[in-house]
């Protein structure tokens, strides 16, 4: 459905050909200014050239989910094991201390609920109010195929547009609606849109087979959501294969404040992130310091 090219012959995306990264660690952003460096560097840790991202912001669209109906009790333990907060200004201000330093991905988008078509957002958080929070970078979802593709499209690229002119780079964010597949044709065009636009990483759904064709269609960094709750060994598996297939990061929520022990299990997909641990050797890990 949504591949329309017409050239024919098979794609040659060259997955085995790393894209390179002239002067800078970070793909896609080697010619970004200091400010914009500086800023990516606090979300990806130079060293690993990965990063580790905590999602919390399901409450701007679901009100107090499970595991969230307390983020001052159940988010707060994990700050210190994340290298980036993903969040909404008003769980920022009323639940994180200011203490943990740590560098913040801030929800802009706003406009629907649950109850509601999801597509239908707009920016409600101003960028001046995201640099107020100290913010490293800017986020809204992109509704590719949806029913207000056009106005989400609008909503990141007005993002896109504020953040440059004050050097804070924009994740564009995949959100697949409940008519859309997610497979590596679909998610290939979402992210490859996403980066033409101008966003400076984004953030996926893992997808097999396929998703390091997406990876390389992709000229920017590609962090994957943890979606739905999975078995603590199955989470860590999808986090190691995505590594594996080129993503620079993971922006887990569910799958780890949801586990049967949220603090073993941010330090186990740490170590699959940074470190490339095999996911059984994790997930002993992970027993290992539920006990």
């Known amino acids: 459905m949504v591949d329309r090219d017409t050239s024919g ?13 002239e002067g800078y660690f970070l793909k896609g952003a080697q010619h970004l ?50 290298d980036c907060l993903m969040c909404t ?49 800017l986020t809204t979802q992109v509704y590719i195929g949806g029913e207000h593709e056009r106005a989400t499209l609008d909503n990141l690229a007005h993002l896109i547009n504020e953040g440059m002119r004050y050097g804070v780079p924009t994740l564009g964010v995949t959100a697949v609606g409940r008519d859309m597949v997610r497979d590596s044709r679909y998610l290939g065009l979402a992210t490859r849109v996403i980066a033409e636009l101008g966003a400076h990483f984004v953030k996926t759904y893992y997808c097999e087979p396929g998703f390091d064709e ?41 799958n780890i404040f949801l586990a049967d022990d949220p603090v073993a299990m941010v330090q186990a997909v740490r170590t699959v992130v940074h470190k490339f641990e095999k996911p059984e050797k994790a997930f002993q890990m992970y027993n290992d310091l539920k006990k």
């Open 9 to 21: 012959g098979d794609k040659s995306f060259s997955v085995d050909v790393p894209q390179k990264t």
């Open 33 to 82: 200014d200091w400010g914009m460096k500086d800023r990516l560097s606090r979300i990806f840790n130079p060293a690993s050239g990965r990063t580790l991202m905590l999602a919390f912001d399901h409450g701007y669209i679901m009100g107090p989910t499970s595991g969230l109906e307390r983020m001052d009790l159940s988010i707060v333990p994990l700050v210190e094991h994340v």
């Open 89 to 137: 200004r008003g769980a920022l201000r009323t639940c994180i201390p200011p203490t943990y330093n740590k560098p913040l991905v801030m929800r802009c988008s706003t406009g629907a609920t649950i109850l509601k078509e999801l597509s239908d957002e707009v920016i409600g958080v101003s960028v001046e109010e995201a640099i107020r929070l100290n913010a490293s970078a």
């Open 214 to 254: 997406v990876v390389a269609g992709c000229p920017i960094p590609i962090v994957i959501a943890g979606g739905k709750k999975l078995p603590e060994l199955e989470a860590l598996q999808m986090a190691y294969k995505a590594i594996d297939q080129g993503a620079l990061g993971v922006d887990m929520g569910r």
